[in-house]
């Protein structure tokens, strides 16, 4: 949570943080500023003081929006710093920051980077940057970001603003159910009136106004494959794709709040009119480790144990999984869940292979989405819900939607 | 364009070019690969050779999709190379890009880095990297970008992406301002049948599914400010503020192809029901600035000539200008245009100091966009159109839409 920012800036020895890139769709900005129309800004902050949001000046009202300090760019005259440098951006950039961090009174210790943005001209600022103020290191952190550990558990108004999100997410889910079972059967596939057949780039379309209507945004597009596509864990789906009866649909919805806010992250596997033995059979299995892994839940425990635990209930199922062999793109191949936040990934992770900081704690807020993939036999199922780890330990689903694999068509 | 790729990167001396991140909202990478649900991809490309996509293995259909040549990342078995560097993932993912790197041949020679990405742990990847491979030289470009001198000049297929989003773009313009005259005036505020105001929210909402419906994205929201925001170029306006008549509205919209792809961009200035005369001159002054400035656009010349002559305009109407006074925050305070493309802002810049390169000629995109701004007058004016150059030199309008300020508005 944001109030232990200070404590674990302490822990992990940084002086200080800087956030740069636009203010929307920028999750390590979006959590510091709340968000908004930024077009690029940094911010800076100093252990242990408030944060400091540099802005240029057309943007003023948009910065001071976010409630913190704030400070305009063109304070800091770019063009006299730029005749300064001869012309060269490069250096009037790193000497503006120079200006700005020494102000700040950050002049020696770690100080971490963050932000969404390009990471070509970052890469170029921050080397030269480092160069020119030897008594500051300036760092990237790989394993335990400051930042990512602080947003790895939330507090009640961001727990509130996923919930909504999962509303929104599970509203729309409906309608694309309702909207599959208004259509009828013709030669195996789902048609509209006019006896021409619906295509998967049609419920895609209609996922992102339904979306839209309620504010959300979809930034990463919807999931929405079938057969083959449906046994390749990321496989989005083709567009022109008809909906075939009797085959597996993974439907994998993960919109966010508009301008880049919070995710929900949603899975159902669905099969149309009917569903073969073969097929049934295999999202048994998903939905009998799925019941018996979230019944399991308890606050406090890694949340690689339940990887674990997935693993062994889906071996004794005899099917393959990445435990014995990580190489493998049939049977379970991926990990069972993540955090969700700003990021529609993020920690806690649930990898074998994940930190021990990774547990299941008051705040945190994560999938559970076990599945099986066989792409040579043409089908897939995953079955996906979030939750969240209340402050008393309950393990809280954020929202309801009915499991069902079947759903009804009629004959024309 | 991009088949002027290998030349600029021999002029540049580059060996080779790296773009990181997502494959969506991601404009290198969208630019390279044709965009597409990939979490997180590398594409590397050696001068004179075809670029390589480095995919994870869940991704390997979506990856397929560019036509490039693929290659999976689990080839590289990460869970070994974690075990060789005793499980520092720094370590194990410099690693893996050392492989990566040395079996396409690139050992020596300068190598760009583009994406946007994640700056903190790619500023201690590329760090590391540097270390552990001197003979390359791992570079951000600040001011002469590869990537953006390529992309600087759009093919006839990128024009007729934009100019379908201008299209897009200009019918939600119409629909907004049908909604807008379709309502009536009480005390001064557009209301709705119920004599409810109609607030600025409710506008940007029914955009968001308008745009929606039409297959477009809009991650960076709309310009829908009034009264003194509309005084402060890049103020998005506040959803709770009523629509009154008699105040400027500046509405700047930019959508992009849904996924993150090619944007358009385009304001008009309104004011609902009457134009106050002090409204109607300021706008005089910008359409009349606007109309010189497109009539005399020519292939050949630089942008820059013309934020000249738009300032030069300006300050002959009596108006502050950022020529005289680069601080002003009243009257001209922003140059002219930029151009447009898979970034809502990218070259050409018309700013005063931008480059020699950054000129007009046969395959620019960019916009036209001169305002005039009095925040404590409570008016703010912009009025933008985007434009292409033809093969042929020729100056193309790549949306129409009429220029009048006033929405007429009757009482209830």
Redesign the interface.
Known sequence: MKNKLDALMQTNDLEAIIV???G??NPAMVYMTGG??L?NADLIKKRGESAVLFH???????AAKSGLKTKNL?DY?Y?EL?KRSD?D??KA?VNRYQIMLTELGITSGNV????????????????ALQKEMPGLN??????N?VLMLARMTKDDPEVERIRKMGIITTQVVGLVADFITSKKEKNGLLVNRDGIPVRIGEVK?RI??W???R?A?????T?FAIGH?AG?????GNPTDPLKLGQTIVFDIFPCE???GYFYDFTRTWCLGYAPDAVLALYEDVLSTYTKVTQALQAGRSFKYYQQMTCELFSAQGHPTIKED??T?QGY??SLGHGIGLNI?ERPWSGI?SDEKDCLIPGSVFTIEPGLYYPDRGMGVRLENSFWVCPDGKIDMLAEYPMDLVLPVKKI
Do not use: C, K, W
């Open positions: 740069v890139g636009p929307q769709h908004g129309h077009t240029y000046p057309m943007e003023r009202d948009e063109s005259n063009t730029l012309g951006n490069l950039i971490a980077l963050y932000g969404r943005s390009d990471i070509g001209l970052n890469f170029a600022v921050f080397s300036f760092i990237g952190e790989v394993d970001s379309n992102n106004i979306l839209s209507e504010g945004d979809n930034p990463e597009g999931i596509d390749v864990p990321h496989s989005s508009a301008g880049g990580p190489q793109q191949v991926h990934h292979s």
